[in-house]
């Protein structure tokens, strides 16, 4: 359960962040992504750690998030395109560090 938490409090730091790099300044959408990020990210790894972990799996569990956060983003900025460039952006890059990060550590755990 210490790894999930782990996985939610730095997808939630680097999205939100991600947010603010793209220029985002709204309260209510910045917050917002704090939400929707509990709503997708505790199911998404609940899923890739106790049923299935294969690339496909992965894939279209990331697709469904994306698409997932891109209504939810949608209801508060307005802008479809908006919407869609936060979650993609958002999400990949969350799911490329977070690649970088587990990488780096099972090297460092091979030494």
């Not at 793209?22 to 209510?28: D, P, V």
Request: aromatic share 10%.
């Amino acid at each position: 359960m210490k790894g999930l938490l782990i996985a939610l409090i730095s997808t939630i730091v680097i999205e939100f962040v991600a947010l603010l790099l793209l220029g985002e300044r709204r309260k209510r959408v910045l917050w917002s992504s704090v939400a929707v990020n509990i709503i997708t990210n505790v199911p998404l790894n609940l899923y890739m750690l106790y049923v299935r972990h294969s690339a496909p799996d992965i894939i279209v569990g990331e697709t469904l998030v994306v698409l997932a956060e891109m209504l939810w983003y949608y209801f508060f900025v307005r802008d479809l395109r908006q919407a869609a460039v936060y979650s993609i952006l958002c999400n990949a890059t969350s799911l490329i560090i977070g690649m970088l990060v587990t990488a780096l550590n099972l090297q460092f755990a091979i030494f």
